[in-house]
């Protein structure tokens, strides 16, 4: 386990018991078992894309409120970020998400996904606010929208409303790897 998963862990912990909630509540919230919440909580396992989100939610957050914060960079002109300092989420599935830039009044949310044979954002649907597209490089993605499945090759690109009911999976033997921006940060963002 890395200590993104450590800390973030650690977070939803500290906030579940800010708000009062006991492992069976926030499991109730979350629509999962407490044993889940539990693992997530000590790090013992990596939450999915879709289960963040409900755990974020139910916390009433976003989900980059998980994360440690990095260096304050709101009055400078540019960053250069090196490979080893990207703010990385491995989902339970092992689909890794890097996030590429870093906040200088950035408008939007820009990510590296890696996703396993296999892989997906867990097995229910999600939405989020803003639009997004992404630009697959290698492997094969499918995007499920409002239950409705696209096949993206290599080279190929998406573009789609985020509120709409999407979900996101590799169906092949190898790996994929997709650059996806998000026009309204919520992956990383932290209001």
Known sequence: MDQNHQDIGKNIRRLRKEKGLTLADMAELCRCSSSLISQIETGA??????????????????????????????????????????????TQEGVNFQLLSRKIDFPCEFI?????????TGK?????????????????????????????????????????HHK??????????????NSVPWLFAIK
Not at 137 to 161: C, N
Not at 171 to 180: M, R
Request: with cysteine; net charge negative; proline share 5%.
């Open 112 to 120: 590296l996904n890696e996703w396993p044979p296999g892989a997906s």
């Open 45 to 90: 396992v990596n939450p999915s894309l879709s289960t963040l989100k409900e755990i974020s939610d139910a916390l009433g957050i976003t989900m980059a409120s998980l994360f440690t914060t990095g260096p304050n960079l709101e009055n400078t002109s540019f960053s250069l970020m090196k490979a080893e300092e990207r703010k990385s989420l491995t």
């Open 168 to 181: 996101i999976s590799n169906p092949g033997t190898k790996k994929a790897v997709a650059v996806w921006v």
């Open 124 to 164: 229910d649907a999600y939405t989020h606010d803003g639009e997004e597209c992404g630009l697959l490089l290698e492997g094969t993605l499918d995007i499920e929208i409002d239950g409705k499945v696209q096949r993206m090759k290599p080279g190929d690109t998406i573009t789609l409303k985020s509120s709409v």
